[in-house]
Every structure is written in structure tokens, then in C-alpha cells.
């Protein structure tokens, strides 16, 4: 089966990451063991550049033709001065809701070569290996009605409106359970039950979901304790599930307790297991162009790929268990960098990676 996967490169490190991850990917189709198509577009300021829209139209159309997407970043200082709907954070936005991409996976793995590079004491955080599952298109990002208004007085009251249907919490579940099954069947469900009705059903919809996966061992936390959980011991957890907005901070604090930016990869999934994949980091301005930046986080963003959307769970953990050697062997890019290592640029790190 050949397998249809979109490119999408984007702006400042982007195109040069996008390269070694490809890299990568070309072992497996050289020796057989995967079939791919790929294609490749222009995303963010490349597609505001080249066809003058951040999202263009024949991007939109090969991304929803694809079985999976690959992205590298967006954004740049170039761009700043644009309107709002033409930069090329929205190609990034429009693409994601688009695609209905619902479920964001975000791993947060500390690499045993990488201890010292957290912040938290190592026996804290060594062999942290958990994943976030966060809702992406709903909540109260989304939410209506929303806006800021003069009232009668005079004075101003700004609102947004937080709110979930049980369809939407279904789904979301249902990613959460399947990827605690492909993991340690052990889920917990972040919430604020005890003040938010919306909570409230959250939680009686993961309940009703799980009874379907009796496998897996499920618990609910609230989310200021999952905050303090998450600094204080992080490895009772394995996979979490929550909202739009408690999983984008719950996911940023727990993907710096690694310690580095430059090793996060990122899944966001629609109901029909197409996917857009791409490191957590952003374009780098400071460092493009350079050969610098640090590959890992797209390579191990393809390793999610072909985990989630091409159901070749073996070829990713060869990509896992590869970038570990190298790591050990103390190949590091600049962002990660100690004493006593081989530094090296962005090349040099996809053809270790493709040697291992
Ligand atoms: P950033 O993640 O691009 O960079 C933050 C710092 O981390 C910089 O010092 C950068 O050099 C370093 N860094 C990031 N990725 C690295 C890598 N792979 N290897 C080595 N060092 C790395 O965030 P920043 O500076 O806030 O944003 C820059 C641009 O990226 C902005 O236009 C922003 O809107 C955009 N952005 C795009 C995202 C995306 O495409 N998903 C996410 C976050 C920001
Ligand atoms: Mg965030």
C-alpha cells in the first residue's frame, strides 16, 4: 500500500529540518519496508511568499488528499507587519481546523543522555516518558459567544464561553483510551468538575467511553492539582486527556520538564487517522539558515506518523531506539549541547540518525 504524505516545509528552520526528517524516511522506502507518494507545498509565510495566502488554496487541496502531513514551522520577523488573516501563524490555525485535526498528542519523553538538561532533580524526572492527548478544536478557544463589550456604564466587559459537546468529549476520549492501549493502559482525565458544569459532563462522557475499554485504568484529576502533580512527580502518569485550553498549558509545563525544545515532536489526528505532524517548536528565526537547528524533534515527528497515521508502529520505534543511540553516543546540536560532546549541525544529526 503506498501512502500519500504531504510536505510542508514552511518558513526559517522549517525547510531545514523537513530535510533530515526526510532523510529518514527515505531509509525505510529504500529497503522496502514503506511506500510513500510525497508532495510538497507551501505553508505560513512560504505560502504568503509564493502564492499569497498562508493556507493556499492548492495546499489545502493536496492536505486533504494526503494520509498524512509532515510540517516543519511557520512564522518569521518578516512577517510581522502583515494583517492578522495573512500571516502565517493562521496557515497553521486554518490547516489544523480545515482537517478537523481535534486531538493534539504531545509527548513528553527525557532522554536518559539528556537528564541534565531539566531543571527538576534527575531521579524526578529520569525515564519520564508521558503523553498529553489535548482537544484542539473545541473549548474555550472556540467558544461562542465571545468579544469584548461597552456596557450601559460604560465600562468594558470582555467574555468567552467555554463549552464542550458530548460528541466532541466522545471523540476525544476515544483517541485518549486508543493511545493508552498502544501504551501502558493507563489514563488520566484532567478536569475542574468540582466548579465547571462543563467538567462535569467531561467527565461523565471519559467514564461512559472507558467502559469500553475496561483495559485500561482510568482516573480524573482536577487541573490545578495535575499542575503541582506535574512538577511534583511526573512519572505517575502515562497518558493524560483534557481540554483545549488546560492542555495547552499542562503540555508546555510538561514538555519543558525535559528540558529542551529542540526534541518534541507532535501529533494532531482527525477521526479518519490523518494527521499533521511537527515538532513543538516554532521557526527560529535567530538560527535559520545556519545549519544549526536541532532535527530531532521533526524525526521523531515522523516517528509519530507512521506510529499513528501509516500503522507502522515498528518502523517509528527503529526511529525512537536510533535517535537514543545517538544521543548516547553524545552527538548534540547546539540547543543541547554539554561538555565533552560532539557538536554538530542540523546534516550532520539526520545522517547520524540515518546511520543508527
Ligand atoms: P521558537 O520555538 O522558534 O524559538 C525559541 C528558541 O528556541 C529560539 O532561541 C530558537 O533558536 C530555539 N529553537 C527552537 N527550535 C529549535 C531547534 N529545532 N533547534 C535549536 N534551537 C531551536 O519560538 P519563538 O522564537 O517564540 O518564535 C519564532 C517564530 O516561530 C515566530 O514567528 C512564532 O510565531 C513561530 N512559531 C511557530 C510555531 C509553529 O510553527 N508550530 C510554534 C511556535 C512559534
Ligand atoms: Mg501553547
Request: glycine letters at 8%; aromatic letters at 6%.
Amino acid at each position: 500500500m503506498t501512502h500519500k504524505i504531504l510536505v510542508l516545509p514552511g518558513d526559517g528552520i522549517g525547510p531545514e529540518i523537513v530535510a533530515e526528517a526526510i532523510k529518514v524516511l527515505n531509509v525505510f522506502t529504500a529497503e522496502g519496508s514503506l511506500s510513500v507518494e510525497m508532495e510538497y507545498a507551501n505553508i505560513g509565510g512560504a505560502g504568503y511568499d509564493a502564492e499569497g495566502s498562508p493556507y493556499p488554496a492548492s495546499t489545502q487541496t493536496l492536505a486533504k488528499a494526503a494520509d498524512a502531513i509532515l510540517l516543519g514551522a511557520v512564522g518569521g520577523p518578516q512577517y510581522d507587519n502583515l494583517d492578522r488573516p495573512l500571516r502565517p501563524e493562521r496557515g497553521l490555525l486554518a490547516i489544523r481546523s480545515d482537517l478537523e485535526l481535534f486531538a493534539n498528542l504531545r509527548p513528553a519523553i527525557l532522554y536518559e543522555a539528556l537528564a541534565s538538561a531539566s531543571t527538576l532533580k534527575p531521579e524526578v524526572v529520569a525515564n519520564l516518558d508521558l503523553m498529553i492527548v489535548r482537544e484542539l478544536t473545541g473549548g474555550i478557544y472556540f467558544g461562542k459567544p465571545r468579544g469584548i463589550d461597552v456596557m450601559e456604564n460604560g465600562e468594558r466587559k470582555g467574555y468567552n464561553t467555554l463549552v464542550y459537546s458530548e460528541p466532541e468529549i466522545d471523540r476525544i476520549a476515544r483517541v485518549a483510551f486508543e493511545t493508552a492501549m498502544k501504551r501502558n493502559k493507563r489514563l488520566c482525565s484532567v478536569d475542574k468538575a468540582n466548579v465547571l458544569e462543563v467538567s462535569e459532563l467531561w467527565r461523565e462522557v471519559v467514564e461512559r467511553v472507558g467502559k469500553e475499554y475496561p483495559a485500561v485504568e482510568l482516573s480524573h484529576m482536577y487541573v490545578d492539582n495535575a499542575a503541582m502533580q506535574l512538577v511534583r512527580s511526573p512519572k505517575q502518569f502515562d497518558v493524560m486527556v483534557t481540554t483545549n485550553m488546560f492542555g495547552d498549558i499542562l503540555s508546555d509545563a510538561a514538555a519543558m520538564l525535559t528540558g529542551s525544545i529542540g526534541m518534541l515532536p507532535s501529533a494532531s489526528l482527525n477521526a479518519s487517522a490523518c494527521g499533521l505532524y511537527e515538532p513543538i517548536h516554532g521557526s527560529a528565526p535567530d538560527i535559520a539558515g545556519q545549519g544549526a537547528a536541532n532535527p530531532l524533534a521533526t524525526i521523531l515527528s515522523v516517528a509519530m506518523l507512521l506510529r499513528y497515521s501509516l500503522n507502522k508502529g515498528e518502523l517509528a520505534e527503529r526511529i525512537e531506539v536510533a535517535v537514543k543511540k545517538v544521543l548516547a553516543e553524545g552527538i548534540r546540536t547546539g540547543d543541547i549541547y554539554t561538555e565533552g560532546c560532539r557538536k554538530v549541525g542540523t546534516a550532520e544529526m539526520g545522517d547520524a540518525v540515518v546511520a543508527a
